[in-house]
């Protein structure tokens, strides 16, 4: 249900923020067909797209490493089922959504309790939030980080737009209250857009390495497939051939003493 207040800036068909734009809009999916192959087009959007993901999905989560890995999976998600990806009409969200799916798992809490805690976030809204729920900490991310729409960012999460809204002025209500003495709170989401916009200064690996990664994985996916079909109807095989009833051979025995005694019975039966 659609809410009566709507603080500045919230608006279902808003521009997107120029601010962010290097990592909120795509560019342009013929932009990423110049090549003259399937991997230079992968190289490109991947060079276009990674930098700023990996900042994003550290946001999310506030651990480095899970960023790293959620942008190495959802680019190797993406160079498995590239004939999808590059036709979509919008690559770099659909690379985005597996980047934030995986790093806001739900699983990623028992890896919690093995891994090695990392400093907090030095940054006061990184932290501010860090205490918002997932699905909060995503609607703010996208609306007013990536200065997505609510119809946009709908799709992209999945949900209606209501939800969206809802979820979107939830986080904003949260991060209010984490910043009590401010007195602007319509410039939260420009502090956060300017968060985003701040950019990682991690390297990235190189898209080469990623898509050998990721066809180094498809091969040793099916073969272990391959061995697995091949294990189970060994298995089957042997089970039929065991549970099989075998025939009896016949009793000679009892056959011979049956043709000696005969005669001897019809014999006797005879006066």
């Known amino acids: 249900m659609s809410s009566s207040f709507r603080p500045v800036g919230l608006s279902r068909n808003r521009q997107a923020d120029p601010l962010a734009a290097a990592y909120a809009l795509p560019r342009p999916k013929e932009s990423f067909h110049h090549g003259s192959t399937?991997?230079?087009?992968?190289d490109a959007l991947y060079v276009h797209a990674a930098p700023g993901?990996?900042?994003?999905?550290h946001l999310l989560t506030g651990r480095r490493g899970r960023a790293f890995q959620a942008v190495e999976y959802a680019?190797?998600?993406?160079?498995?089922y590239w004939p999808e990806v590059a036709v979509d009409s919008d690559p770099v969200g659909w690379v985005r959504f597996h980047a934030y799916e995986y790093a806001l798992s739900p699983w990623h809490r028992?890896?919690?309790l093995v891994d090695r805690e990392e400093p907090a976030p030095t940054s006061p809204m990184h932290r501010a939030l860090l205490h918002l729920s997932a699905r909060h900490r995503r609607a703010v991310l996208l609306c007013d980080g990536l200065g997505l729409t609510i119809a946009q960012a709908a799709a992209e999460l999945e949900a209606s737009c209501a939800a969206t809204e809802s979820r979107l002025l939830g986080a904003r209500a949260v991060l209010a209250e984490c910043f009590p003495d401010s007195d602007d709170h319509d410039a939260l989401p420009l502090r956060i857009r300017t968060l985003v916009a701040v950019g990682s200064a991690a390297t990235v690996p190189t898209a080469g390495s990623v898509r050998a990664e990721s066809d180094r994985r498809l091969r040793l996916l099916t073969r272990s497939v391959a061995g697995a079909v091949a294990v189970l109807g060994g298995l089957v095989c042997t089970f039929v051939l065991v549970s099989s009833p075998w025939p009896?051979?016949?009793?000679r025995h009892a056959r011979t003493t049956d043709t000696t005694q005969g005669p001897s019975r019809d014999v006797r039966s005879h006066p």
């Open 53 to 57: 993901l990996l900042h994003q999905t």
């Open 248 to 251: 009896e051979p016949p009793d």
């Open 110 to 112: 028992f890896r919690e």
């Open 75 to 80: 680019f190797s998600h993406a160079w498995e």
């Open 38 to 42: 399937a991997e230079s087009a992968f």
